[in-house]
């Protein structure tokens, strides 16, 4: 299957991967809306949130709330929009919740690399 998400779990193609375990992939977009903005993924191939299974789904709710901490801790976030499309508006069409960062002040958008970079640093 010519899957683009299902390269980067066999990581065919490269990712910034944030985080990783059997059942998810978390990485940042390549295209961000913001600062910090990630996919997280189950590493199984569904489409999308009438085809997600319960556990998977309330293990995403959980890596969620980490990534959530880990933003606020490196990023400094002051907010977090969920985003998961379906159908038309879903481009990639393998499941994935969008982790969208807000701040209260204006940022510019830093290269990934340095994104990426403090999010890994401890
Ligand atoms: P959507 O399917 O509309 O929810 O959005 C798909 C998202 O995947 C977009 O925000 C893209 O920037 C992102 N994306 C596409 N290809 C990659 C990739 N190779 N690595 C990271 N993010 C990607
Ligand atoms: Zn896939």
């Given at each position: 299957m010519n899957c683009i998400f299902c390269k980067i779990v066999n990581n065919d193609i490269p990712s910034y991967t944030i985080y990783e375990d059997e059942i998810v992939k978390v990485f940042l977009d390549?295209?961000?809306?913001?600062?910090?903005h990630m996919l997280i993924i189950p590493r199984q191939h569904v489409l999308d949130i009438t085809e997600i299974e319960s556990d998977a789904w309330n293990h995403i709710l959980n890596i969620t709330k980490n990534m959530k901490s880990l933003l606020e801790e490196k990023?400094?976030?002051?907010g977090l929009t969920l985003i998961q499309n379906n159908g038309m508006?879903?481009?990639?069409?393998h499941f994935h919740l969008h982790l969208k960062p807000y701040y209260k002040e204006r940022q510019n958008l830093l290269p990934i690399e340095d994104i990426y970079n403090k999010l890994k640093e401890h």
């Open positions: 390549v295209n961000p809306d913001s600062n910090g990023l400094k976030i002051d508006v879903q481009e990639v069409k």
